[in-house]
């Protein structure tokens, strides 16, 4: 069982950074892979960015690739995402998941069994 709690959310102005964590518990945290999301309201969650569980591969959605930047520290049992250049479209609650099977690639697909965060709320005011 693995459980997750993300921070660092908050509110900022456009343009400003933030960076979020994802800390978790459990011995299998640092064989999953783990991704980002976010929800805005009336939206659907989307994917933004995942990370193996070596750090050695990355992917973004396009939304924010060259924007964000995912990472982790498997010593600390954390996931990071620096968000920089934030837009008021960027306003949304987002959760971190981790892959429930180890040694895999991220698959930001539903159908992946994934454990999920509470999630922590990003307001960026224009």
């Known amino acids: 069982q693995v459980q997750l709690v993300e921070s660092g959310g908050g509110l900022v102005q456009a343009g400003d950074s933030l960076r979020l964590s994802c800390a978790a518990s459990?011995?299998?945290?640092?064989?999953?892979?783990v991704g980002w999301f976010r929800q805005a309201p009336g939206k659907e969650r989307e994917f933004l960015s995942s990370?193996?569980?070596?750090?050695?591969?990355?992917d973004y959605a396009d939304s924010v690739k060259g924007r964000f930047t995912i990472s982790r520290d498997n010593a600390k049992n954390t996931v990071f995402l620096q968000m920089n250049r934030l837009e008021s479209e960027d306003t949304a609650v987002y959760y971190c998941?981790?892959?429930?099977?180890?040694?895999?690639?991220?698959?930001?697909?539903?159908?992946?069994?994934?454990?999920w965060g509470q999630g922590t709320q990003v307001t960026v005011s224009s």
């Open positions: 998941a981790a892959q429930t099977s180890i040694w895999k690639p991220f698959n930001p697909d539903a159908k992946e069994s994934k454990y």
């Open positions: 459990g011995r299998i945290f640092s064989s999953s892979a």
């Open positions: 990370i193996n569980w070596s750090g050695s591969r990355t």
